[in-house]
């Protein structure tokens, strides 16, 4: 009856006002469909919202969140959900993944995407035109939540985060309103979304800039796992003498054995050194034989290769799973820095992680962006990422941090448990610049399910 309470003493009037408002559906526990618009990449955490809504458009955002902030209720958004925080256990979920139009125009060399498109659509609509976007490994997480948070890709050393093309963002704040932010409307705004992720506001819109990249030398060697010290010590040396047009990583691969996982890597422990070369063929050959000759490859998949099979380099997961993700961001990675990993990490350690992985940053990844941003790692050599399965305590960032700078990357940080490491992702006049920015545009912290930023008092 109207006006009598709903779920979570949400009165039958206020539920019925929001579902006027919308194209897109509502979901309540109770309802057939809730479990299912629940569901997201990573499973580590689990959202239990009181209400989700299933949005269509801006205007479907913004209703949503005028009606959490009337009911005071904390509001949570989801596209892809591979980056998950703190879970939702109350609130507002706003599911995004029906927004997801994705247009280029390859004259300006731009694109527009909403706010669930994913990585894969933008590089499938670049690619005819010779234009790449700076998306990430993975070529199913979400454009936009990638990006808020930087967005460090195969391209990075060359053009830098992706956070530092972004040129409008179109978002709905606190209270309701729905806003074109650029560097000359909103300013302080338009400088926190990019790099401070989801705490200003839900992202409906975003415009980037494409890159001019139709090819690449690249792709993934295996070593088997017992030649894992000479493989990363050679690599280690190897990144010293690269240019920008090289962005490369290594990493440590302990895999299940399940159907998902090539057979080679099944059960098995193994390194796999990534490359993404944008420059000649010839010339990458000539740089990456090096690696290719420091041990006996279990598969070399290196070559030339159109774009738009990016996701050949990674080869990361394509099906859902669960697995905490943290990391440190290094300042240098000396032979003993090296030599403690593989302590950790290497062969006949104890580690029992997924993946320990350590990106070459430097080259336009360590410059400011020509519109500055949020971005808070531009001081560090490398990162050094694990993803860990459930309840896997940390065994290998602690021993490394007498070479880390003291921060972390945002965008590698998933699970409960690194929800409260959000103020190590930024130096301290960033972060209060940020609590000032959020104060302003969200006093109340309605968006607060997230990796945090608190509103400066």
Request: contains cysteine.
């Amino acid at each position: 009856m109207a006006g009598q309470p709903g779920h979570a003493g949400i009165a039958e009037s206020a539920m019925d006002g929001l579902v006027a408002r919308l194209k897109g559906e509502v979901f309540t526990p109770q309802d057939a469909g809730y479990e299912r618009e629940l569901a997201g990449f990573n499973r580590i955490g689990q959202h239990r919202p009181d209400v989700i809504v299933a949005a269509q458009s801006a205007g479907d955002v913004s209703a949503a969140v005028s009606f959490a902030a009337r009911e005071a209720l904390p509001v949570a958004v989801q596209a892809t959900g591979h980056g998950i925080a703190a879970s939702a256990p109350g609130g507002v979920l706003v599911s995004t993944r029906r927004m997801n139009a994705v247009a280029v125009d390859p004259l300006t060399r731009t694109a527009h995407v909403e706010a669930g498109a994913q990585w894969h659509q933008v590089i499938a609509a670049g690619g005819p035109h010779g234009l790449a976007p700076l998306n990430g490994s993975s070529p199913l997480v979400g454009v936009v939540g990638y990006t808020l948070g930087g967005g460090l890709g195969p391209l990075g050393r060359q053009y830098g985060f992706a956070a530092d093309h972004v040129t409008c963002i179109e978002v709905v704040t606190a209270d309701g309103g729905v806003r074109q932010v650029t560097r000359d409307r909103h300013p302080d705004l338009f400088w926190a979304l990019r790099g401070g992720k989801g705490n200003f506001g839900i992202v409906t819109g975003l415009w980037f800039g494409l890159m001019p990249v139709r090819r690449l030398y690249g792709g993934g060697i295996y070593f088997p796992g017992e030649q894992a010290a000479q493989v990363l010590h050679t690599w280690r040396q190897w990144t010293a003498t690269v240019p920008e047009e090289m962005t490369s990583s290594v990493s440590l691969l302990r895999l299940p054995d399940v159907p998902d996982v090539p057979e080679f890597l099944r059960g098995t422990f193994a390194a796999h050194v990534r490359i993404a070369f944008t420059g000649r063929a010839e010339e990458g050959e000539r740089l990456v034989r090096p690696l290719r000759e420091c041990g006996t490859p279990l598969v070399d998949g290196v070559a030339e290769m159109p774009y738009t099979s990016v996701a050949d380099i990674h080869k990361d997961p394509v099906h859902p799973l669960a697995y905490h993700e943290r990391n440190i961001v290094l300042r240098e990675l000396g032979s003993n820095a090296m030599e403690a990993l593989l302590r950790v990490a290497g062969a006949g350690s104890s580690c029992g992680d997924l993946m320990v992985e350590v990106r070459h940053l430097g080259g336009a990844l360590s410059r400011p962006a020509e519109v500055p941003n949020a971005v808070g790692v531009r001081e560090g050599a490398f990162t050094l990422t694990t993803l860990s399965p459930p309840g896997s305590p940390d065994v290998v960032l602690g021993p490394m941090e007498p070479w880390s700078t003291g921060r972390r990357y945002l965008n590698f940080l998933a699970g409960a448990d690194t929800a409260d490491s959000t103020a190590e992702c930024f130096d301290p006049e960033t972060l209060g610049r940020l609590a000032r920015v959020k104060a302003a545009v969200d006093p109340g912290n309605l968006f607060r399910l997230n990796h945090n930023i608190a509103p400066l008092p």
